[in-house]
């Protein structure tokens, strides 16, 4: 599947609020993304038509499909974060940077970011 910015960072953020409430409504969406909640509504309609979501009128919730796909993505967050971090970057700006980072990383990159975490580096 071709990575999506804009969806990566919803299903990233649905996620996350989902770890904080049981329910998750768009106007937490908007304000975490930072966008209007018509915004919202417009990517709940991709996400739902894609299977990463379903809504009950009131609650976003991830499918099986979407959490697996933004566990994906907040482990390449996290990942990069960290190694980031590890490597004398500030946790601000670590964060931000992989925020970016995190939709255009290959797999071996990130792999290798993983592998020297885990001091398994050559």
Do not use: W
């Not at 499909?65 to 390449?76: H, L, P, S, T």
């Amino acid at each position: 599947m071709k990575r999506n910015r804009s969806t990566e960072d919803y299903l990233e953020n649905i996620l996350l609020l989902s770890r904080e409430s049981e329910y998750v409504h768009r106007v937490d969406v908007a304000r975490k993304v930072g966008v209007s909640q018509p915004a919202v509504q417009k990517a709940v309609k991709i996400l739902t038509a894609s299977g990463f979501v379903e809504c009950d009128g009131m609650h976003i919730y991830l499918t099986p499909k979407g959490a697996e796909y933004a566990e994906r993505i907040y482990f390449r967050h996290c990942t990069i974060r960290e190694f980031l971090e590890r490597i004398g970057v500030n946790a601000q700006d670590a964060d931000a940077d992989a925020c970016e980072m995190e939709h255009v990383i290959s797999g071996a990159t990130l792999e290798a970011m993983s592998a020297f975490l885990k001091g398994e580096n050559k």
